[in-house]
């Protein structure tokens, strides 16, 4: 997990607890998805004031809101990059994040872009459409059967069987 | 099935010769138990003894024949496969093939680097594009699980982005995890359910263990190999032992090239169409699996009862009662297994493999198993029972007063310690025909010293070896089951107090019978105390052993030395750099916390509900499960139990929802 990042000093979201933890929640999320410090804190101040817009001081719902925004943010971000891919599968939304995060710590500048991505922007998004399961195709296999014996065989052991019970509920000693 | 009149005749000469060997010996040591008359004890010791010097006979003759096979042929055996002389087309539009390595609570780095070695050797040949990877988990422990799994999306990563963006979605090449709910009929019950799911989608199947490894040339070779022979239904590879450091480790790879060479060899001589699976390693014909090789359980409860345990000689005698053919490709090499590092682990694997082994003995007699079948199934079988035979041919001998000097038992002992260890001799002068190889290991002087140390470790621990294998016979036969472990994969000394809390039986046995033979017996038993020694030992002997420094002080000195270790194959060599590379990234040293990074990653929390909708597991219980999430979010993943934080894994609803809660009411610290 990457480091808690502060807002600057001179920041006005900074003066309060609230909006200085809600900035703080958001630049961790951000940065988890591989977004660098600046970048991230940048944008994580942008959402948090919109988030402000409903806000009164006291609520202490700012952080939630503003990981909620984060959030959608991001997965709107995903469902353009989808769409843009051509043939997104049903995995394409899961795997883009995971393709991306190593890209954007290089192109930081593409967060939250869907048009004219980098050559290997394009190339993670491609691969994110490759299925994370291919296509089933089912078969039965059935147990085999094991259980046959050959006649003799059955025989022997049956007439073993027999035998070994008659040596055991055999009186060996005179009756009672 | 059909058997060629010349190799019938072969067959007819080798038995014949183990017969012989095995009446010479039992004629001698009948004219020696029953010169003063007959009695119950000498008859039972006759029987045992037969059987002993049978099972002795077949090692000593097959090592005989590889000798022979290993002078006359020039051609190399094991080799790793170049395509030379091999027309290029008939590498070409190869048919869809899925490497399968089904794993079960194993260390993740070591499944997904040798994943990822193995897809790149497949690369570098250039015919790999119809062969997909797929590892089949039946983890049961959560954080390993999350290890997977990230482990796997490192690998995936790493290969698709190597692709081009005009590649088509979805063909070949393709990494892919799944992971079961529930482990039914473990590891062929999870072969079975992958066949069941996509068995359809693949016409041939290489199926590989944890800690399996194969170059990229040799799996190409396979596949070409079953396209060519229609008849083929599984070709198995011989794997090579490699990577690890112990004596004992080390020993066995020493072993299984010098001496591996030659039963190779002779077994896939002798056993031709008919011959054997180990379960790995080995490709597989998908379509008459699936039709033929189904395993039923066995009638009555465990341990002889039940699931079946040792599937791969049940799978190999189906497919040969299906009318398919079975190979050993003992010429094809590039194919690599990891040895158990410590006796211990060797014993702990030894019980798995003995409660499979006396399973086939139900199946021996069974309507249409191949004759040959039924011969894999006695010897493996007779692997563990003869165990017990000696202990009683030793005991019942001390009683019995076995042990009168004379011309007859001079030559019977000498008969049976060359039966024993003119093997290892014979391995050693295979070697001698091949310089190369011979050069290999390090030198004829320097093999020859690793030969007579192998051989004076395994008089040292074939008593202990026996004591466990005794114990282990008994316990199945009384009807207690076994867990199933997995293997350790790492070099790992043993310590001073685990090696006497898990020897002093053998220690005390060793006490009480050397004081039994100098308090009762005669002189001529003192030859047992050779064998005693070991037992007396055993605890110095496992911690010598399992020693990493003196594994590489050897090493240093040129024993033991293999060409893997000389000069590392390339496949090989990349697993290890990688497995490094993915040990860094799985950040092992922060476990604990494995369950919190897999609820707040935001992407590999995606990927982990991306795998199970894919996999279907979309419909939740909510209501169950929500009291478990509320936990987790409140009171934190370490007050889950390690079956709630699995249930709470395999839901998508609760881990999207933990995802959202957690990054709201988690205090984040650095």
Redesign the interface.
């Known amino acids: 997990?990457a480091?808690?990042t502060s807002t600057s000093a001179n920041d006005p979201l900074a003066a309060s607890p609230s909006e200085r933890e809600a900035v703080?929640?958001v630049v961790?999320?951000f940065q988890?998805?591989?977004l660098p410090q600046e970048k991230a804190t940048a944008v994580a101040e942008e959402i948090v004031r919109g988030s402000q817009a409903k806000w009164t001081r006291g609520d202490s719902g700012l952080?939630?809101r503003a990981?909620?925004r984060a959030?959608t943010r991001?997965a709107e971000w995903f469902d353009r990059l989808a769409a843009s891919a051509g043939?997104p599968?049903?995995?394409t939304?899961?795997?883009?994040?995971?393709?991306l995060?190593?890209l954007l710590r290089a192109h930081p500048e593409v967060f939250l872009v869907s048009q004219d991505l980098p050559e290997?922007f394009?190339?993670?998004v491609?691969?994110?459409?490759?299925?994370?399961?291919?296509?089933?195709?089912?078969?039965?296999?059935?147990?085999?059967?094991?259980?046959?014996?050959?006649h003799v065989?059955q025989r022997a052991i049956a007439y073993a069987y027999l035998m070994w019970y008659r040596l055991r509920t055999m009186r060996w000693v005179g009756r009672t | 099935m059909t058997i060629r009149t010349g190799h019938f005749w072969i067959r007819f000469l080798f038995t014949s010769l183990i017969l012989g060997t095995t009446g010479a010996g039992t004629y001698m040591f009948a004219r020696l138990v029953w010169s003063g008359g007959v009695t119950i004890l000498d008859a039972v010791m006759l029987v045992i003894f037969a059987l002993l010097y049978f099972w002795l006979s077949i090692a000593f003759w097959m090592a005989t024949l590889g000798l022979i096979l290993c002078v006359l042929s020039r051609k190399p055996c094991r080799q790793p496969f170049e395509p030379n002389g091999i027309p290029l087309q008939e590498y070409a539009n190869l048919p869809r093939t899925v490497m399968l390595m089904p794993i079960c609570n194993e260390d993740p780095s070591r499944v997904f680097s040798g994943v990822l070695a193995m897809y790149e050797s497949l690369q570098a040949t250039g015919h790999a594009e119809s062969i997909?990877f797929f590892v089949v988990s039946d983890t049961t422990d959560p954080e390993i699980w999350i290890l997977e799994e990230t482990a796997w999306?490192i690998a995936r990563?790493t290969t698709?982005?190597r692709?081009?963006?005009e590649e088509p979605?979805?063909d070949g090449g393709?990494i892919?995890y799944?992971r079961r709910q529930n482990n039914i009929g473990k590891k062929s019950g999870n072969i079975?359910d992958f066949?069941?799911?996509?068995?359809?989608?693949y016409k041939y199947m290489v199926v590989l263990d944890a800690d399996s490894l194969m170059d990229g040339w040799s799996i190409i070779e396979m596949i070409r190999r079953m396209e060519k022979h229609e008849k083929l239904g599984i070709l198995q590879v011989p794997p090579v032992l490699v990577s690890h450091e112990t004596v004992f480790a080390r020993m066995q790879q020493f072993v299984s090239r010098v001496y591996g060479e030659i039963y190779v060899r002779a077994y896939a001589f002798w056993s031709q169409g008919e011959s054997n699976y180990w379960g790995h390693n080995a490709i597989v014909r998908t379509d008459p699996f699936?039709r033929?090789?189904?395993?039923?359980?066995?009638?009555g409860r465990e341990p002889l009862g039940g699931e079946i345990l040792s599937h791969d000689f049940v799978e190999a005698a189906?497919m040969l009662r299906g009318g398919w053919e079975v190979r050993l490709a003992g010429d094809l090499g590039g194919s690599y297994e990891e040895p158990p590092v410590t006796i211990m682990d060797f014993v702990r694997r030894s019980r798995r493999w003995c409660q499979g082994d006396l399973q086939h003995l139900r199946?021996i007699?069974?309507?249409?198993f191949h004759a040959v079948s039924r011969i894999y199934f006695g010897m493996g079988a007779m692997t563990y029972l003869s165990s017990l035979l000696w202990l009683l041919f030793v005991v019942l001998g001390l009683i019995n007063g076995i042990g009168a000097a004379g011309r007859s038992i001079a030559v019977l002992g000498f008969m049976t310690v060359a039966l024993l260890f003119l093997p290892k001799v014979w391995g050693y002068v295979a070697l001698l025909s091949d310089r190369a190889r011979m050069k290999a290991h390090g030198g004829a002087v320097k093999v020859a010293l690793s030969v007579i140390l192998e051989a004076a470790v395994s008089i040292l621990t074939s008593p202990i070896f026996m004591l466990f294998n005794v114990r282990f016979v008994i316990s199945i036969l009384s009807g207690r089951g076994v867990k199933w472990d997995p293997q350790r994969r790492d070099d790992a000394a043993v310590a001073v107090r685990q090696a006497i809390h898990q020897y002093s039986l053998h220690t005390g046995t060793g006490v009480v019978a050397v004081g039994a033979l100098l308090w009762f017996g005669s002189y001529q038993n003192l030859w047992l105390l050779v064998l005693l020694t070991g037992l007396l030992l055993s605890i110095p002997i496992e911690i010598s052993l399992s020693s990493l420094w003196l594994g590489r002080r050897l090493r240093r000195l040129g024993l033991f030395l293999g060409p893997e270790e000389a000069e590392p194959p390339a496949v090989l060599a990349r697993q290890h750099a990688l497995r490094v590379e993915i040990r860094r990234l799985l950040q092992f040293r922060r476990r604990g916390d494995v369950f919190r990074?897999m609820v707040?990653?935001?992407?590999?929390n995606?990927?982990h509900?991306?795998?199970l909708?894919?996999?279907g597991l979309s419909d939740d219980d909510w209501d169950r499960i929500e009291p478990l999430a509320q936990v987790a979010l409140y009171g934190g993943p370490e007050h889950l139990t390690l079956k709630d934080r699995r249930t709470l894994l395999a839901s998508p609803t609760a881990m999207q929802w933990l995802h959202?809660q957690a990054?709201?009411q988690w205090k984040?610290?650095?």
């Open positions: 997990m480091q808690m703080q929640r961790l999320y988890s998805i591989g952080a939630g990981m909620d959030m991001i043939a599968t049903p995995g939304h899961a795997q883009l994040g995971w393709n995060r190593p290997d394009r190339r993670a491609a691969a994110a459409c490759k299925p994370l399961l291919p296509l089933m195709a089912p078969r039965m296999m059935p147990p085999q059967s094991l259980w046959q014996l050959p065989w | 997909d999306a990563r698709a982005l692709h081009t963006e979605a979805g393709g892919y799944r079975r066949c069941q799911q996509w068995g359809g989608r699936i033929h090789c189904g395993l039923p359980q066995l009638p189906l199946l007699l069974l309507r249409g990074r707040l990653d935001g992407a590999l995606a990927m509900v991306g795998i909708h894919a996999q959202r990054w709201k984040l610290t650095p």
